[in-house]
């Protein structure tokens, strides 16, 4: 598929989202502590994250002005921004059918508009496609 610059493309979706697996898909500079962080200069590269990963484990690292993004409660609490937890929570109520075996971390602010449409993005869409996940959350800093 042809990534489009001028719309999203409208990609129905017949499963009922009891039944679908969902992956989180975010901009918001999480990953775990054993990973390398970020460069926060700019940083047009992602993080792969396992779906069974310790959220205790997962640290942020982000270029934006601390004005503009404060780490310093995403990193108590991960799920703010990487809501690995609160899938897991909605799959244990049936509410979503399964939690991704993996999921996608990024940073924003990368200011590298040009190598993430041409190398990030199809290769994010690359990892969703050959995954199992049937939806994503998006999610940023």
Known sequence: M??????????PNDKALSEMTIA????????????????????????????????????????????HYNTDEPKKDINVIFPLDRLRELKEEGFIGDVNNK????MGYAMRLKQILDETVPQVAKEITKSKADAVLLTAG
Do not use: C, W
């Open 103 to 106: 999921h996608i971390s990024m």
């Open 24 to 67: 989180i898909v975010s901009t918001a500079g999480a990953h775990l502590k054993d990973q390398d962080p970020f460069n926060t200069a700019g940083d047009h590269t992602y993080r792969l994250i396992s779906g069974d990963a310790d959220t205790s484990q997962f640290t942020v690292t982000h270029g934006a002005p601390k004005e």
């Open 2 to 11: 042809e990534m489009s610059r001028k719309a999203i493309p409208y990609t």
